[in-house]
Protein backbone atom coordinates (compact mmCIF):
# COMPACT_ATOMS: atom_id res chain seq x y z
CA UNK A 1 0.00 0.00 0.00
CA UNK A 2 1.21 3.79 -1.41
CA UNK A 3 2.15 5.70 2.00
CA UNK A 4 1.14 9.30 2.63
CA UNK A 5 4.58 10.35 1.50
CA UNK A 6 5.07 8.86 -1.31
CA UNK A 7 1.39 9.01 -2.67
CA UNK A 8 1.92 13.07 -2.29
CA UNK A 9 4.96 12.85 -4.29
CA UNK A 10 2.95 10.61 -7.21
CA UNK A 11 0.18 13.80 -7.48
CA UNK A 12 3.09 16.23 -7.28
CA UNK A 13 5.10 14.36 -10.06
CA UNK A 14 1.73 14.00 -11.70
CA UNK A 15 0.85 17.30 -11.92
CA UNK A 16 4.86 18.38 -13.49
CA UNK A 17 4.31 16.73 -16.09
CA UNK A 18 1.19 18.46 -16.93
CA UNK A 19 3.26 21.86 -16.33
CA UNK A 20 0.83 22.78 -13.60
CA UNK A 21 1.09 23.07 -9.86
CA UNK A 22 -0.70 21.42 -6.95
CA UNK A 23 -0.70 22.84 -3.71
CA UNK A 24 0.76 19.55 -1.41
CA UNK A 25 -1.88 20.28 1.55
CA UNK A 26 -4.52 19.71 -1.14
CA UNK A 27 -3.03 16.27 -2.00
CA UNK A 28 -5.07 14.80 0.65
CA UNK A 29 -8.39 16.57 -0.20
CA UNK A 30 -11.33 14.46 -1.64
CA UNK A 31 -10.47 14.45 -5.69
CA UNK A 32 -11.83 17.37 -7.24
CA UNK A 33 -14.66 16.49 -9.11
CA UNK A 34 -13.80 18.74 -11.59
CA UNK A 35 -10.25 18.03 -12.08
CA UNK A 36 -10.78 17.96 -16.17
CA UNK A 37 -13.43 20.27 -18.07
CA UNK A 38 -14.05 20.23 -21.54
CA UNK A 39 -16.62 22.80 -22.65
CA UNK A 40 -17.96 21.33 -25.71
CA UNK A 41 -19.54 24.73 -27.06
CA UNK A 42 -18.19 27.87 -26.81
CA UNK A 43 -17.08 31.17 -29.12
CA UNK A 44 -14.03 33.24 -28.73
CA UNK A 45 -13.98 34.77 -32.23
CA UNK A 46 -13.22 38.73 -32.55
CA UNK A 47 -15.61 41.80 -33.81
CA UNK A 48 -13.77 40.68 -37.49
CA UNK A 49 -15.11 37.16 -37.98
CA UNK A 50 -18.47 37.83 -38.35
CA UNK A 51 -20.58 40.41 -40.16
CA UNK A 52 -21.49 41.93 -37.11
CA UNK A 53 -23.91 45.10 -38.97
CA UNK A 54 -25.57 42.36 -40.83
CA UNK A 55 -26.01 40.28 -38.21
CA UNK A 56 -27.42 42.97 -35.64
CA UNK A 57 -29.72 43.98 -39.01
CA UNK A 58 -31.30 40.45 -40.07
CA UNK A 59 -30.48 38.62 -36.88
CA UNK A 60 -30.29 40.54 -33.99
CA UNK A 61 -32.90 43.17 -34.38
CA UNK A 62 -35.88 40.70 -34.91
CA UNK A 63 -35.07 38.13 -32.84
CA UNK A 64 -34.54 41.02 -29.44
CA UNK A 65 -36.92 43.30 -30.59
CA UNK A 66 -35.25 46.34 -31.89
CA UNK A 67 -36.51 46.66 -35.45
CA UNK A 68 -37.63 50.41 -34.70
CA UNK A 69 -34.00 51.07 -34.32
CA UNK A 70 -31.96 48.39 -36.15
CA UNK A 71 -29.76 50.69 -38.25
CA UNK A 72 -28.21 52.82 -35.65
CA UNK A 73 -27.62 49.95 -33.98
CA UNK A 74 -25.74 48.53 -36.82
CA UNK A 75 -23.95 51.60 -37.53
CA UNK A 76 -22.87 51.57 -33.38
CA UNK A 77 -21.28 48.13 -33.88
CA UNK A 78 -19.92 48.32 -37.05
CA UNK A 79 -17.73 51.25 -36.04
CA UNK A 80 -16.84 49.74 -33.16
CA UNK A 81 -15.73 46.54 -34.95
CA UNK A 82 -12.91 48.66 -36.50
CA UNK A 83 -10.92 48.79 -32.94
CA UNK A 84 -11.35 44.40 -32.91
CA UNK A 85 -7.35 43.23 -33.49
CA UNK A 86 -6.96 41.65 -37.28
CA UNK A 87 -5.38 38.34 -37.80
CA UNK A 88 -2.17 39.84 -38.45
CA UNK A 89 -2.38 41.80 -34.62
CA UNK A 90 -2.96 37.89 -33.57
CA UNK A 91 -0.11 36.17 -35.28
CA UNK A 92 2.20 39.11 -34.00
CA UNK A 93 4.59 37.57 -31.25
CA UNK A 94 3.70 40.92 -29.25
CA UNK A 95 0.68 40.82 -26.92
CA UNK A 96 -1.22 43.76 -25.84
CA UNK A 97 -1.05 44.67 -22.47
CA UNK A 98 -4.00 47.28 -22.32
CA UNK A 99 -7.66 44.82 -22.76
CA UNK A 100 -8.92 46.31 -25.89
CA UNK A 101 -12.13 45.51 -24.97
CA UNK A 102 -13.04 48.53 -22.86
CA UNK A 103 -15.85 50.51 -25.18
CA UNK A 104 -15.38 53.61 -23.29
CA UNK A 105 -11.95 54.53 -24.60
CA UNK A 106 -11.69 57.77 -25.66
CA UNK A 107 -10.09 56.41 -29.25
CA UNK A 108 -13.43 55.27 -29.88
CA UNK A 109 -15.25 58.48 -28.69
CA UNK A 110 -12.49 60.68 -30.78
CA UNK A 111 -13.42 58.78 -33.95
CA UNK A 112 -16.91 58.52 -33.23
CA UNK A 113 -16.45 62.71 -33.26
CA UNK A 114 -14.15 62.46 -36.19
CA UNK A 115 -16.74 61.14 -38.05
CA UNK A 116 -19.18 63.46 -37.39
CA UNK A 117 -17.25 66.38 -38.93
CA UNK A 118 -16.73 64.59 -41.73
CA UNK A 119 -20.03 64.09 -42.53
CA UNK A 120 -20.87 67.38 -42.04
CA UNK A 121 -18.03 69.33 -43.67
CA UNK A 122 -17.02 67.39 -46.60
CA UNK A 123 -17.53 67.68 -50.58
CA UNK A 124 -19.72 65.21 -52.17
CA UNK A 125 -17.07 64.00 -54.21
CA UNK A 126 -14.72 63.14 -51.38
CA UNK A 127 -17.52 62.01 -49.26
CA UNK A 128 -18.21 59.46 -51.57
CA UNK A 129 -15.25 58.25 -51.58
CA UNK A 130 -14.61 57.90 -47.91
CA UNK A 131 -15.20 54.06 -46.67
CA UNK A 132 -16.47 55.02 -43.49
CA UNK A 133 -19.46 57.39 -45.54
CA UNK A 134 -20.54 54.29 -47.16
CA UNK A 135 -20.99 52.47 -43.67
CA UNK A 136 -23.26 55.60 -42.91
CA UNK A 137 -25.13 55.62 -45.91
CA UNK A 138 -25.46 51.75 -46.24
CA UNK A 139 -25.68 51.15 -42.65
CA UNK A 140 -27.00 54.63 -41.03
CA UNK A 141 -29.46 55.00 -43.37
CA UNK A 142 -32.25 52.16 -44.31
CA UNK A 143 -31.81 50.39 -47.39
CA UNK A 144 -35.38 50.63 -48.58
CA UNK A 145 -37.96 53.13 -49.88
CA UNK A 146 -40.86 52.55 -47.09
CA UNK A 147 -38.34 51.80 -44.34
CA UNK A 148 -36.86 55.50 -45.01
CA UNK A 149 -40.09 56.41 -43.06
CA UNK A 150 -39.28 56.67 -39.79
CA UNK A 151 -41.36 55.08 -36.62
CA UNK A 152 -43.63 58.12 -35.02
CA UNK A 153 -41.89 57.24 -31.84
CA UNK A 154 -42.56 59.93 -29.04
CA UNK A 155 -40.36 62.80 -30.91
CA UNK A 156 -38.55 65.03 -28.94
CA UNK A 157 -39.46 68.56 -28.68
CA UNK A 158 -35.62 69.19 -29.17
CA UNK A 159 -35.04 66.73 -31.90
CA UNK A 160 -35.55 70.07 -34.89
CA UNK A 161 -33.12 68.54 -36.62
CA UNK A 162 -34.57 65.22 -37.15
CA UNK A 163 -38.29 67.00 -37.62
CA UNK A 164 -36.21 69.02 -40.58
CA UNK A 165 -34.87 65.59 -41.87
CA UNK A 166 -38.37 63.97 -41.90
CA UNK A 167 -40.26 66.61 -43.04
CA UNK A 168 -37.65 67.28 -46.18
CA UNK A 169 -38.21 63.23 -46.89
CA UNK A 170 -39.33 63.05 -50.73
CA UNK A 171 -40.01 59.17 -51.68
CA UNK A 172 -37.20 57.85 -53.75
CA UNK A 173 -34.56 60.11 -52.61
CA UNK A 174 -31.29 58.62 -52.30
CA UNK A 175 -29.65 58.28 -49.09
CA UNK A 176 -26.65 60.35 -49.86
CA UNK A 177 -29.25 63.25 -51.17
CA UNK A 178 -31.33 62.75 -47.64
CA UNK A 179 -27.47 62.93 -46.16
CA UNK A 180 -26.93 66.35 -47.72
CA UNK A 181 -30.14 67.85 -47.11
CA UNK A 182 -31.58 69.91 -43.79
CA UNK A 183 -30.90 67.73 -40.71
CA UNK A 184 -28.49 65.37 -42.84
CA UNK A 185 -26.22 64.81 -39.94
CA UNK A 186 -28.84 63.11 -37.29
CA UNK A 187 -28.84 59.78 -36.54
CA UNK A 188 -32.02 58.83 -35.09
CA UNK A 189 -34.74 56.40 -33.96
CA UNK A 190 -33.34 55.37 -30.11
CA UNK A 191 -34.67 53.31 -27.41
CA UNK A 192 -33.93 56.62 -25.10
CA UNK A 193 -34.91 59.37 -27.63
CA UNK A 194 -33.36 60.48 -30.72
CA UNK A 195 -29.80 61.30 -31.15
CA UNK A 196 -28.86 64.62 -32.82
CA UNK A 197 -25.19 64.07 -33.01
CA UNK A 198 -22.66 61.25 -32.98
CA UNK A 199 -21.88 62.69 -29.32
CA UNK A 200 -25.10 61.41 -28.32
CA UNK A 201 -25.00 57.79 -29.74
CA UNK A 202 -21.74 58.02 -27.90
CA UNK A 203 -22.89 58.41 -25.04
CA UNK A 204 -26.01 56.29 -25.29
CA UNK A 205 -23.57 53.37 -25.62
CA UNK A 206 -21.48 54.23 -22.75
CA UNK A 207 -24.59 54.05 -20.85
CA UNK A 208 -25.98 50.78 -21.65
CA UNK A 209 -22.75 49.41 -21.42
CA UNK A 210 -21.55 50.36 -18.51
CA UNK A 211 -24.84 49.32 -17.38
CA UNK A 212 -24.80 45.99 -18.31
CA UNK A 213 -21.59 45.42 -16.47
CA UNK A 214 -22.72 46.79 -13.41
CA UNK A 215 -26.02 45.25 -13.19
CA UNK A 216 -28.32 48.18 -14.09
CA UNK A 217 -31.40 48.57 -15.85
CA UNK A 218 -29.97 48.23 -20.03
CA UNK A 219 -31.45 47.50 -23.33
CA UNK A 220 -31.84 44.62 -25.55
CA UNK A 221 -29.95 46.81 -27.81
CA UNK A 222 -27.47 47.29 -24.85
CA UNK A 223 -26.88 43.30 -24.45
CA UNK A 224 -25.43 43.64 -28.06
CA UNK A 225 -23.33 46.43 -27.82
CA UNK A 226 -22.11 45.13 -24.36
CA UNK A 227 -20.86 42.39 -26.47
CA UNK A 228 -18.90 44.04 -28.68
CA UNK A 229 -16.62 44.93 -25.60
CA UNK A 230 -15.61 40.84 -26.01
CA UNK A 231 -16.13 41.15 -29.58
CA UNK A 232 -12.81 43.82 -29.77
CA UNK A 233 -10.33 41.67 -27.99
CA UNK A 234 -8.10 39.32 -28.89
CA UNK A 235 -8.37 35.83 -28.62
CA UNK A 236 -6.44 34.73 -26.11
CA UNK A 237 -7.99 37.35 -24.39
CA UNK A 238 -11.20 35.67 -24.85
CA UNK A 239 -10.13 32.38 -24.01
CA UNK A 240 -8.90 34.17 -20.79
CA UNK A 241 -11.93 35.67 -20.01
CA UNK A 242 -14.28 32.64 -20.56
CA UNK A 243 -11.41 30.39 -17.85
CA UNK A 244 -11.91 32.80 -15.37
CA UNK A 245 -15.13 34.23 -15.58
CA UNK A 246 -17.04 30.68 -14.59
CA UNK A 247 -14.77 30.01 -11.55
CA UNK A 248 -13.58 27.00 -12.86
CA UNK A 249 -9.61 28.09 -13.27
CA UNK A 250 -7.59 26.07 -10.75
CA UNK A 251 -4.30 25.63 -11.78
CA UNK A 252 -4.59 22.14 -10.78
CA UNK A 253 -7.54 21.18 -13.59
CA UNK A 254 -7.10 20.62 -16.58
CA UNK A 255 -9.54 22.40 -19.14
CA UNK A 256 -9.97 22.17 -22.88
CA UNK A 257 -12.43 24.54 -24.55
CA UNK A 258 -13.98 24.34 -27.94
CA UNK A 259 -14.25 27.11 -29.74
CA UNK A 260 -16.46 27.58 -33.15
CA UNK A 261 -15.98 29.67 -36.04
CA UNK A 262 -19.29 30.16 -37.77
CA UNK A 263 -19.36 31.37 -41.36
CA UNK A 264 -22.91 33.69 -41.98
CA UNK A 265 -21.39 35.92 -44.40
CA UNK A 266 -23.44 34.50 -47.85
CA UNK A 267 -26.43 34.27 -45.80
CA UNK A 268 -26.59 37.93 -44.70
CA UNK A 269 -25.39 39.55 -47.47
CA UNK A 270 -22.33 40.45 -46.28
CA UNK A 271 -20.39 39.31 -49.67
CA UNK A 272 -19.01 41.66 -52.74
CA UNK A 273 -20.76 39.40 -54.68
CA UNK A 274 -23.99 40.73 -52.96
CA UNK A 275 -23.07 44.73 -53.73
CA UNK A 276 -22.35 44.80 -50.14
CA UNK A 277 -20.30 47.98 -49.05
CA UNK A 278 -20.44 46.39 -45.60
CA UNK A 279 -16.62 44.68 -44.75
CA UNK A 280 -16.70 40.83 -45.13
CA UNK A 281 -15.27 38.74 -42.28
CA UNK A 282 -12.18 38.16 -42.28
CA UNK A 283 -11.96 34.62 -44.48
CA UNK A 284 -11.96 31.01 -42.44
CA UNK A 285 -8.15 30.02 -43.51
CA UNK A 286 -7.01 33.49 -41.74
CA UNK A 287 -8.85 32.52 -38.36
CA UNK A 288 -7.80 29.27 -38.99
CA UNK A 289 -4.03 30.31 -38.93
CA UNK A 290 -4.85 32.62 -36.11
CA UNK A 291 -6.50 29.50 -33.91
CA UNK A 292 -3.38 28.07 -34.45
CA UNK A 293 -1.00 30.16 -33.07
CA UNK A 294 -3.31 30.55 -30.22
CA UNK A 295 -3.58 26.88 -29.06
CA UNK A 296 -0.18 27.39 -28.89
CA UNK A 297 0.41 29.66 -26.70
CA UNK A 298 -2.74 29.45 -24.09
CA UNK A 299 -1.95 29.18 -20.45
CA UNK A 300 -0.94 26.75 -18.43
CA UNK A 301 -3.51 23.58 -17.92
CA UNK A 302 -5.47 24.74 -20.74
CA UNK A 303 -5.96 23.62 -24.25
CA UNK A 304 -7.78 25.19 -27.04
CA UNK A 305 -8.82 22.97 -29.83
CA UNK A 306 -12.19 24.50 -31.73
CA UNK A 307 -14.42 23.64 -34.52
CA UNK A 308 -13.57 25.08 -38.32
CA UNK A 309 -17.64 26.20 -40.11
CA UNK A 310 -18.49 24.38 -43.02
CA UNK A 311 -21.19 26.71 -45.61
CA UNK A 312 -22.66 24.39 -47.61
CA UNK A 313 -24.14 27.83 -49.74
CA UNK A 314 -20.28 28.82 -49.50
CA UNK A 315 -19.12 25.16 -51.07
CA UNK A 316 -22.09 25.38 -54.00
CA UNK A 317 -20.84 29.13 -54.87
CA UNK A 318 -17.28 27.66 -55.07
CA UNK A 319 -18.61 24.75 -57.26
CA UNK A 320 -20.81 27.27 -59.52
CA UNK A 321 -17.63 29.39 -59.86
CA UNK A 322 -14.97 26.46 -60.30
CA UNK A 323 -17.09 23.62 -61.49
CA UNK A 324 -18.71 21.13 -59.82
CA UNK A 325 -15.46 18.67 -58.80
CA UNK A 326 -14.78 22.22 -56.73
CA UNK A 327 -13.74 21.18 -53.02
CA UNK A 328 -11.70 24.22 -51.68
CA UNK A 329 -14.50 25.10 -49.26
CA UNK A 330 -14.27 21.40 -47.89
CA UNK A 331 -10.53 22.04 -48.01
CA UNK A 332 -10.46 24.91 -45.57
CA UNK A 333 -12.01 22.57 -42.85
CA UNK A 334 -9.61 19.64 -43.64
CA UNK A 335 -7.00 21.52 -43.37
CA UNK A 336 -7.67 23.09 -39.89
CA UNK A 337 -8.58 19.16 -38.91
CA UNK A 338 -5.52 17.65 -39.73
CA UNK A 339 -2.80 20.37 -39.74
CA UNK A 340 -4.05 23.35 -37.21
CA UNK A 341 -5.30 21.75 -34.29
CA UNK A 342 -9.20 21.78 -34.43
CA UNK A 343 -10.95 19.06 -33.27
CA UNK A 344 -13.87 19.30 -35.57
CA UNK A 345 -16.21 21.35 -37.74
CA UNK A 346 -19.58 23.60 -36.97
CA UNK A 347 -23.03 23.81 -38.84
CA UNK A 348 -25.00 26.34 -38.41
CA UNK A 349 -28.65 25.17 -40.16
CA UNK A 350 -30.85 28.34 -39.06
CA UNK A 351 -28.74 30.24 -41.86
CA UNK A 352 -31.19 28.56 -43.96
CA UNK A 353 -30.32 24.82 -44.72
CA UNK A 354 -31.71 21.70 -43.62
CA UNK A 355 -29.24 19.11 -42.87
CA UNK A 356 -30.29 17.07 -44.82
CA UNK A 357 -33.53 16.80 -47.76
CA UNK A 358 -33.16 20.17 -48.95
CA UNK A 359 -33.99 18.91 -52.07
CA UNK A 360 -37.80 18.24 -50.84
CA UNK A 361 -38.10 21.46 -48.97
CA UNK A 362 -39.65 23.71 -51.45
CA UNK A 363 -38.49 26.49 -49.13
CA UNK A 364 -37.34 30.07 -49.95
CA UNK A 365 -33.86 31.05 -49.33
CA UNK A 366 -33.94 34.46 -47.89
CA UNK A 367 -33.45 37.83 -49.86
CA UNK A 368 -29.38 37.38 -50.02
CA UNK A 369 -29.00 33.56 -50.62
CA UNK A 370 -31.07 33.40 -54.03
CA UNK A 371 -29.31 36.82 -55.58
CA UNK A 372 -25.81 35.21 -54.62
CA UNK A 373 -26.47 32.44 -56.75
CA UNK A 374 -27.95 34.51 -60.03
CA UNK A 375 -25.31 36.70 -60.51
CA UNK A 376 -22.58 33.64 -59.58
CA UNK A 377 -24.50 31.58 -62.52
CA UNK A 378 -24.80 34.93 -64.51
CA UNK A 379 -21.02 35.81 -64.57
CA UNK A 380 -20.32 31.93 -65.56
CA UNK A 381 -22.44 32.86 -68.70
CA UNK A 382 -24.96 29.97 -66.94
CA UNK A 383 -28.95 30.61 -67.26
CA UNK A 384 -30.28 30.70 -63.61
CA UNK A 385 -33.80 29.59 -64.27
CA UNK A 386 -34.38 26.03 -62.79
CA UNK A 387 -31.24 25.87 -61.05
CA UNK A 388 -32.12 23.89 -57.46
CA UNK A 389 -30.34 25.57 -54.33
CA UNK A 390 -31.91 22.60 -52.73
CA UNK A 391 -29.48 20.17 -54.09
CA UNK A 392 -26.58 22.00 -54.87
CA UNK A 393 -26.99 22.17 -50.74
CA UNK A 394 -27.75 18.57 -49.91
CA UNK A 395 -24.43 17.70 -53.01
CA UNK A 396 -22.03 20.30 -50.83
CA UNK A 397 -23.44 18.76 -47.48
CA UNK A 398 -23.11 14.85 -48.68
CA UNK A 399 -19.62 15.52 -49.88
CA UNK A 400 -18.85 17.13 -45.80
CA UNK A 401 -20.80 13.94 -44.33
CA UNK A 402 -18.92 11.66 -46.12
CA UNK A 403 -15.52 13.13 -45.31
CA UNK A 404 -16.41 13.59 -41.32
CA UNK A 405 -17.39 9.55 -41.91
CA UNK A 406 -14.29 8.92 -43.19
CA UNK A 407 -11.81 10.87 -40.97
CA UNK A 408 -13.71 10.95 -38.11
CA UNK A 409 -14.26 13.70 -37.54
CA UNK A 410 -16.81 15.10 -34.75
CA UNK A 411 -19.76 18.03 -36.15
CA UNK A 412 -20.84 20.55 -33.73
CA UNK A 413 -24.29 21.53 -34.78
CA UNK A 414 -26.87 24.78 -33.90
CA UNK A 415 -29.98 22.46 -32.69
CA UNK A 416 -32.22 25.22 -31.51
CA UNK A 417 -35.14 28.01 -33.21
CA UNK A 418 -32.71 30.86 -32.66
CA UNK A 419 -29.89 32.77 -34.60
CA UNK A 420 -31.74 32.70 -38.02
CA UNK A 421 -30.66 34.51 -40.75
CA UNK A 422 -34.38 34.83 -42.30
CA UNK A 423 -38.00 34.51 -40.67
CA UNK A 424 -38.41 30.31 -40.32
CA UNK A 425 -34.98 30.18 -41.08
CA UNK A 426 -34.38 28.06 -37.55
CA UNK A 427 -36.70 26.01 -37.92
CA UNK A 428 -34.70 23.87 -40.36
CA UNK A 429 -32.20 23.31 -37.52
CA UNK A 430 -34.59 20.71 -36.10
CA UNK A 431 -33.48 17.25 -35.07
CA UNK A 432 -36.15 15.39 -37.42
CA UNK A 433 -33.74 16.42 -40.15
CA UNK A 434 -31.03 15.32 -38.06
CA UNK A 435 -32.60 11.96 -37.49
CA UNK A 436 -33.97 12.12 -41.60
CA UNK A 437 -29.55 12.25 -42.39
CA UNK A 438 -28.32 9.79 -39.45
CA UNK A 439 -31.24 7.08 -41.30
CA UNK A 440 -29.29 7.21 -44.23
CA UNK A 441 -27.12 4.05 -44.58
CA UNK A 442 -23.51 3.79 -43.33
CA UNK A 443 -24.56 7.62 -41.53
CA UNK A 444 -25.64 6.61 -37.76
CA UNK A 445 -21.51 6.78 -37.01
CA UNK A 446 -21.41 10.17 -37.72
CA UNK A 447 -20.40 12.15 -34.75
CA UNK A 448 -22.83 14.39 -33.79
CA UNK A 449 -23.28 16.89 -30.94
CA UNK A 450 -27.03 18.93 -31.08
CA UNK A 451 -26.28 21.76 -29.76
CA UNK A 452 -28.49 24.09 -27.11
CA UNK A 453 -30.73 20.53 -26.91
CA UNK A 454 -33.11 21.77 -29.48
CA UNK A 455 -33.77 24.73 -28.29
CA UNK A 456 -33.58 23.43 -24.03
CA UNK A 457 -34.39 27.22 -22.81
CA UNK A 458 -37.77 26.61 -23.96
CA UNK A 459 -39.19 24.51 -21.87
CA UNK A 460 -41.27 25.29 -18.74
CA UNK A 461 -41.55 29.51 -20.13
CA UNK A 462 -44.39 30.92 -21.08
CA UNK A 463 -44.49 31.38 -24.15
CA UNK A 464 -47.81 32.78 -25.03
CA UNK A 465 -47.25 36.64 -26.32
CA UNK A 466 -46.25 37.22 -29.55
CA UNK A 467 -43.01 38.31 -29.26
CA UNK A 468 -40.84 36.64 -31.99
CA UNK A 469 -38.94 34.82 -28.72
CA UNK A 470 -42.17 32.95 -27.60
CA UNK A 471 -42.87 32.18 -31.61
CA UNK A 472 -39.59 30.21 -31.81
CA UNK A 473 -40.15 28.71 -29.01
CA UNK A 474 -44.05 27.75 -29.79
CA UNK A 475 -42.04 25.54 -33.29
CA UNK A 476 -39.70 24.02 -31.28
CA UNK A 477 -42.13 22.48 -28.64
CA UNK A 478 -45.29 21.45 -30.44
CA UNK A 479 -43.67 20.81 -34.07
CA UNK A 480 -40.97 19.19 -35.81
CA UNK A 481 -41.62 21.16 -39.40
CA UNK A 482 -45.25 21.63 -39.39
CA UNK A 483 -45.95 18.52 -40.76
CA UNK A 484 -46.09 16.30 -37.28
CA UNK A 485 -47.24 17.52 -33.93
CA UNK A 486 -44.72 16.33 -31.44
CA UNK A 487 -46.64 17.12 -28.46
CA UNK A 488 -45.32 18.97 -25.40
CA UNK A 489 -41.53 19.06 -25.32
CA UNK A 490 -40.69 19.10 -28.68
CA UNK A 491 -37.44 19.36 -30.15
CA UNK A 492 -35.77 18.20 -26.65
CA UNK A 493 -38.34 15.52 -26.23
CA UNK A 494 -36.91 14.74 -30.03
CA UNK A 495 -33.60 14.25 -29.13
CA UNK A 496 -33.79 12.69 -26.09
CA UNK A 497 -35.88 9.69 -28.13
CA UNK A 498 -33.02 9.72 -31.09
CA UNK A 499 -30.17 9.47 -28.27
CA UNK A 500 -32.45 6.39 -26.53
CA UNK A 501 -32.89 4.53 -30.04
CA UNK A 502 -32.03 1.16 -30.10
CA UNK A 503 -31.62 -1.47 -33.34
CA UNK A 504 -32.85 -4.76 -33.75
CA UNK A 505 -29.63 -6.30 -31.27
CA UNK A 506 -30.47 -3.97 -29.10
CA UNK A 507 -27.55 -1.84 -29.74
CA UNK A 508 -27.06 2.10 -29.82
CA UNK A 509 -28.67 3.37 -33.14
CA UNK A 510 -26.75 6.33 -33.02
CA UNK A 511 -23.60 5.28 -30.97
CA UNK A 512 -22.19 8.94 -31.49
CA UNK A 513 -24.74 11.28 -30.95
CA UNK A 514 -25.06 14.02 -27.82
CA UNK A 515 -26.22 16.87 -27.05
CA UNK A 516 -25.61 19.63 -24.93
CA UNK A 517 -27.72 22.99 -22.97
CA UNK A 518 -24.65 25.31 -23.83
CA UNK A 519 -26.75 29.15 -23.38
CA UNK A 520 -29.38 27.88 -21.03
CA UNK A 521 -28.86 29.91 -18.06
CA UNK A 522 -30.33 29.40 -14.77
CA UNK A 523 -30.64 26.02 -14.56
CA UNK A 524 -30.97 25.84 -11.06
CA UNK A 525 -32.67 29.07 -10.25
CA UNK A 526 -34.85 30.63 -12.76
CA UNK A 527 -38.88 30.21 -13.04
CA UNK A 528 -38.71 27.08 -15.57
CA UNK A 529 -35.80 25.06 -13.98
CA UNK A 530 -38.54 23.14 -12.29
CA UNK A 531 -39.52 22.28 -15.81
CA UNK A 532 -36.31 21.78 -17.03
CA UNK A 533 -35.30 19.06 -14.22
CA UNK A 534 -38.80 17.65 -14.75
CA UNK A 535 -38.26 17.10 -18.61
CA UNK A 536 -34.59 15.67 -17.99
CA UNK A 537 -34.73 13.63 -14.76
CA UNK A 538 -36.51 10.53 -16.56
CA UNK A 539 -33.94 10.25 -18.95
CA UNK A 540 -31.70 8.08 -18.15
CA UNK A 541 -29.41 8.25 -21.21
CA UNK A 542 -28.73 11.71 -20.63
CA UNK A 543 -25.91 10.30 -18.20
CA UNK A 544 -23.43 9.17 -20.60
CA UNK A 545 -24.98 11.83 -23.80
CA UNK A 546 -25.07 14.74 -22.38
CA UNK A 547 -22.19 17.01 -22.48
CA UNK A 548 -21.19 20.49 -20.88
CA UNK A 549 -20.97 23.40 -23.07
CA UNK A 550 -21.47 27.10 -22.37
CA UNK A 551 -21.69 29.01 -25.48
CA UNK A 552 -19.73 31.57 -24.02
CA UNK A 553 -19.07 34.49 -25.50
CA UNK A 554 -23.01 34.63 -26.29
CA UNK A 555 -23.32 33.14 -22.65
CA UNK A 556 -22.60 37.14 -21.19
CA UNK A 557 -25.55 38.27 -22.45
CA UNK A 558 -27.66 36.18 -19.95
CA UNK A 559 -27.84 37.17 -16.64
CA UNK A 560 -26.03 35.76 -13.94
CA UNK A 561 -23.40 33.94 -16.38
CA UNK A 562 -20.61 33.77 -13.87
CA UNK A 563 -22.93 30.64 -12.26
CA UNK A 564 -23.40 28.57 -15.13
CA UNK A 565 -20.54 26.17 -14.26
CA UNK A 566 -22.25 26.18 -10.33
CA UNK A 567 -25.50 25.80 -12.19
CA UNK A 568 -24.13 22.52 -14.18
CA UNK A 569 -23.00 20.69 -11.32
CA UNK A 570 -25.92 21.07 -9.10
CA UNK A 571 -27.85 19.91 -12.76
CA UNK A 572 -25.55 16.37 -12.27
CA UNK A 573 -26.19 15.89 -8.66
CA UNK A 574 -29.83 16.59 -9.31
CA UNK A 575 -29.73 13.93 -12.22
CA UNK A 576 -27.29 11.50 -10.61
CA UNK A 577 -24.82 12.16 -12.82
CA UNK A 578 -21.02 11.89 -12.05
CA UNK A 579 -20.20 15.41 -13.07
CA UNK A 580 -16.96 14.02 -14.16
CA UNK A 581 -19.23 12.22 -17.23
CA UNK A 582 -21.06 15.74 -17.40
CA UNK A 583 -17.63 17.83 -17.41
CA UNK A 584 -15.49 15.63 -19.36
CA UNK A 585 -15.74 12.02 -20.33
CA UNK A 586 -18.96 12.39 -21.93
CA UNK A 587 -17.07 14.88 -23.93
CA UNK A 588 -13.91 13.02 -24.57
CA UNK A 589 -16.14 10.30 -26.15
CA UNK A 590 -18.41 12.26 -28.55
CA UNK A 591 -14.91 14.57 -29.57
CA UNK A 592 -13.34 10.95 -30.12
CA UNK A 593 -10.69 11.58 -26.86
CA UNK A 594 -9.43 8.04 -26.77
CA UNK A 595 -6.12 6.13 -26.94
CA UNK A 596 -4.88 5.77 -30.88
CA UNK A 597 -8.24 7.56 -32.15
CA UNK A 598 -8.21 10.17 -35.50
CA UNK A 599 -8.81 12.90 -33.14
CA UNK A 600 -6.05 11.87 -30.82
CA UNK A 601 -3.91 11.17 -33.28
CA UNK A 602 -3.69 14.42 -34.92
CA UNK A 603 -3.81 16.43 -32.11
CA UNK A 604 -0.94 14.62 -31.29
CA UNK A 605 0.86 15.35 -34.62
CA UNK A 606 -0.25 19.15 -34.05
CA UNK A 607 1.55 18.94 -30.72
CA UNK A 608 4.60 17.03 -31.34
CA UNK A 609 7.58 18.47 -29.42
CA UNK A 610 5.41 20.25 -26.69
CA UNK A 611 5.51 17.88 -23.63
CA UNK A 612 3.35 20.36 -21.78
CA UNK A 613 0.37 20.12 -23.97
CA UNK A 614 0.87 16.67 -24.85
CA UNK A 615 0.65 15.41 -21.00
CA UNK A 616 -2.33 17.37 -20.52
CA UNK A 617 -3.73 15.71 -23.93
CA UNK A 618 -3.09 12.66 -22.23
CA UNK A 619 -4.80 13.72 -19.07
CA UNK A 620 -7.71 13.85 -21.07
CA UNK A 621 -7.80 10.72 -22.69
CA UNK A 622 -10.85 7.87 -21.68
CA UNK A 623 -10.89 4.42 -22.45
Not at 460 to 466: A, P, R, S, V
Amino acid sequence: MMGEASRRDALLLTAALVGVMIDPASALEEPDPLSHIIDCHCHVFTGRDIPAAQFVLNVAAREEGFLQYKKIAAFAVEILRRFAPTVQDELSQAFPAKDLSDPLSSQVFATLTSLQQKVQTSSESTFENSGVANHLMVLGFPFAQDELRLADTNINAEASALATLRQNYTPGLAPQELLYGPGGATLMAAPHGFFLDLEHLTQFIVTDVKAFFSGGEYTALGRYLALIAIFLSYRRQNIRRLDSALGVAKPSRVRLYCPALVDFDLWLGAAPENGSAVDASQTLDDQARAMAVVARRTDSAVLVSGYMAFDPLRAAIAKIKHGSGDQSVLKTVQTAVEEQGFVGAKLYPPMGFRPWNNTRSGDSYGSFAPELVRRSLIAQGLKPDGFDIGKALDDALDEFYRYCLASDVPILAHCGDSQSAFPQAGERASPFFWQELLSRPGFGRLRVNLGHFGGLWCVGEDITDDSDESQRCRVALDESDGRKPMGKQGWPAKIVAMLSAKDASGAALYPNLYCDFADVGGLDSSRSAGAIIDFLKPSSVLATRLVYGTDWMFLALEAGYQSFAVSAQSLAKTLAMDPRDLFWRNAARFLGLTPGAATTNRLQRFYAGDRNRLALLDHLLVP
